[in-house]
T-cell receptor
Framework: DVKVTQSSRYLVKRTGEKVFLECVQDMDHENMFWYRQDPGLGLRLIYFSYDVKMKEKGDIPEGYSVSREKKERFSLILESASTNQTSMYLC????????????FGSGTRLTVV | AQSVTQLGSHVSVSEGALVLLRCNYSSSVPPYLFWYVQYPNQGLQLLLKYTTGATLVKGINGFEAEFKKSETSFHLTKPSAHMSDAAEYFCAVSERTALIFGKGTTLSVSS
């Protein structure tokens, strides 16, 4: 069964900490994405990557960075976590042909205290 | 930029009743359109998609959606709701590589 795996389901971090959220896919997909999901706001795109070492900003990149050193792994980095970054983070991957849609991970619920 | 509007953040139906979840989009080019479902504490799962061809698209769990270009709509329906359909539903439209999602509609099903 093909999968997108997010390393943590629940994470609690302190304000100011550097936080790494990891995502791994086993489908040899070119594209990978990070979204955050908040009640009433739906999914908002943070960053995406269409190839190794390539990245593009989404709608809300402020306070985040990403790293894609290998095709199967896409990391989201919160440089200095803040309470307004408490959210559900969803990773997804897709082929180059967006018409096939995404495969999502199960999500990481991050709480910043 | 493309956008997606889901009418109604919360829809309640009785078991066995028709389910109708509304989605309108804006796009300057022929879109790819998707419906995803999210069960509690899970990621999103693809229900169905429209790319080209037949405008009535059938998906999993008895859901279907019709692409109406003249109305810029892609509403999701199911003839008879089941308790297990209770979840959050997201409509999405493609924009280059990424998908743009609506804000979601929570479906509640009562017995």
């Amino acid at each position: 069964d093909v999968k997108v795996t997010q390393s943590s389901r629940y994470l609690v971090k302190r304000t100011g900490e550097k936080v790494f959220l990891e995502c791994v896919q086993d489908m040899d997909h070119e594209n990978m994405f990070w979204y955050r999901q908040d009640p009433g706001l739906g999914l908002r795109l943070i960053y995406f990557s269409y190839d190794v070492k390539m990245k593009e900003k989404g709608d809300i990149p402020e306070g985040y960075s990403v790293s894609r050193e290998k095709k199967e792994r896409f990391s989201l980095i919160l440089e200095s976590a803040s309470t307004n970054q408490t959210s559900m983070y969803l990773c997804a991957s897709s082929t180059r042909q967006v018409g096939y849609g995404y495969t999502f991970g199960s999500g990481t619920r991050l709480t910043v205290v | 930029a493309q956008s997606v509007t889901q009418l109604g953040s919360h829809v309640s139906v009785s078991e066995g009743a028709l389910v109708l979840l509304r989605c309108n989009y804006s796009s300057s080019v022929p879109p790819y359109l998707f419906w995803y479902v999210q069960y509690p504490n899970q990621g999103l799962q693809l229900l169905l998609k429209y790319t080209t061809g037949a405008t009535l698209v059938k998906g999993i769990n008895g859901f279907e959606a019709e692409f109406k270009k003249s109305e810029t709509s892609f509403h999701l329906t199911k003839p008879s709701a089941h308790m297990s359909d209770a979840a959050e539903y997201f409509c999405a439209v493609s924009e280059r590589t990424a998908l743009i999602f609506g804000k979601g509609t929570t479906l509640s099903v009562s017995s």
